[in-house]
């Protein structure tokens, strides 16, 4: 079938009663697919399993002499330090090792800003009029529920192929003293995959700000998620903010949620020496120390399995088939019909695909009738609402790449339903 678009109505009709007969035999099959979120497979945390041996009743000191069993440490022990600030290219005394999870971090340094300010007698945030972050989009959904939660005003900014449009972002964040942060997925960005330029990432770190508070939250969560072995490269942000004078500005994020094990791995959060020195004051007041016990697990780990690249490539070999299935499944089902477009990641979790507009929601609704779960249609831009509603996210790393083949190529019926619908209302 060529351009859905130039079928003429008897065509159109017919075209759609072969896909609702497609539809209703996948009805029949009982499907149970779940590609609502960017989860490991069973498989990937295999991966992973030996960690659970470095367990040793006998090794609990870190290299300082730190016995990890007891009280202290609250910014990790220096070995993880070390590894993980080579993995965000940062040095030692700049990053922090927290608990398990990034968003914690994340979610904790954003109300630290509400309630007491990003230091140096700023005022906190929550004393202001009214805060925004600015959010590029489409983007990550937990992100969006942080700031909500914060009663932080989101500004959607739109993505380009070389990140957010920064033209938009530099009026915004230029002449309105309110607006205090960005949002950012560098690498792999989260669902588009796309990876921010060079120029971006300069544009970001000098660009004039009314607030002078202004900061960018840069997850990184993706930093070593490739699928290829030509991966994207992504520019420093700290060293590009350092050089410009303007150290202060971000703050980066990490874990190895999708390296090891997704529920108990490391928290990373790095930035300007300042920075997280005042992060340290603050944390001492909320723990005594993180699990330096799994810190020093995870490093043994890694250093056995020959790095974080090594286990990564593993990874990949995983992940890399599927992401290939969806490929596949779009290109034969929806190539040249011009009612969807889709990006095609070399890495990261997520594939990001638009249909035509107003079309998005429908078509999560007709997949799920038949037991395919995907991300809720608009969840990828602030307060669930996409203002053309086309935007859907795919996350195929947890079902097999049979469970794949069926659930994209249900997915492609529906959007194909939905769209002669679509124009069949236009035409009328």
């Not at 906190?124 to 600015?134: A, I, Y």
């Not at 499944?329 to 990006?343: D, F, M, N, T």
């Not at 996350?395 to 194909?416: N, W």
Request: proline content about 5%; hydrophobic content about 40%; glycine content about 8%.
């Amino acid at each position: 079938m060529s351009d859905l678009r130039n079928l003429t109505p008897l065509e159109l009709q017919d075209a759609k009663s072969k896909l609702m007969g497609r539809y209703q035999a996948c009805q029949s099959q009982n499907l149970k697919l779940d590609m609502t979120r960017g989860r490991p497979c069973p498989e990937q945390l295999n991966l992973s399993l030996s960690l659970l041996e470095c367990r040793d009743s006998k090794a609990y000191v870190a290299e300082d002499g730190t016995d990890c069993r007891n009280y202290g440490g609250v910014d990790g022990i220096p070995e993880a330090k070390k590894l993980f600030a080579q993995y965000l290219e940062v040095d030692p005394d700049e990053i922090i090792i927290g608990g398990n999870a990034s968003l914690a971090l994340m979610h904790d340094t954003i109300m630290r800003a509400m309630f007491r300010g990003v230091g140096d007698g700023h005022t906190p945030w929550v004393k202001l009029p009214g805060v925004k972050f600015l959010c590029p989009c489409p983007g990550y959904d937990r992100h969006f529920s942080i700031l909500e939660y914060f009663n932080i005003e989101m500004i959607p900014v739109e993505m380009t192929e070389s990140g957010p449009d920064m033209d938009k972002v530099e009026e915004l964040t230029r002449n309105d003293e309110s607006v205090k942060g960005i949002v950012c997925v560098p690498r792999y960005s989260n669902p588009t995959g796309i990876t921010y330029s060079d120029e971006v990432v300069d544009h970001l770190a000098s660009m004039k700000t009314k607030a002078t508070d202004f900061r960018i939250f840069w997850d990184n969560a993706y930093n070593a998620h490739h699928l290829t072995d030509q991966p994207d490269r992504l520019k420093n942000i700290l060293t590009a903010c350092k050089q410009v004078g303007n150290p202060e500005r971000v703050l980066i994020f990490g874990s190895t949620s999708k390296i090891t094990f997704a529920g108990a791995g490391i928290a990373l959060m790095a930035g300007s020496k300042k920075n997280m020195d005042l992060a340290r004051q603050q944390i001492n007041l909320q723990t005594i120390g993180p699990d330096k016990m799994n810190q020093l697990h995870h490093v043994r780990f890694l250093k056995q399995v020959g790095g974080i690249d090594s286990l990564m490539k593993q990874h990949a070999a995983i992940l890399k088939p599927k992401f290939d299935m969806v490929q596949s499944v779009l290109e034969k089902e929806l190539g040249g019909k011009h009612i969807a477009e889709w990006s095609k990641p070399k890495g990261g979790y997520f594939v990001s695909l638009n249909t035509l507009e107003g079309c998005a929601k429908a078509v999560v609704s007709m997949a799920a009738q038949v037991g395919v779960k995907l991300t809720p249609a608009g969840a990828t831009f602030p307060y669930g609402k996409d203002p053309l509603d086309r935007n859907i996210r795919i996350a195929p790393s947890f079902p097999s790449v049979d469970e794949i083949r069926q659930a994209m190529e249900l997915l492609a019926i529906c959007i194909q339903v939905v769209s002669i619908e679509k124009i069949m209302q236009k035409a009328r």
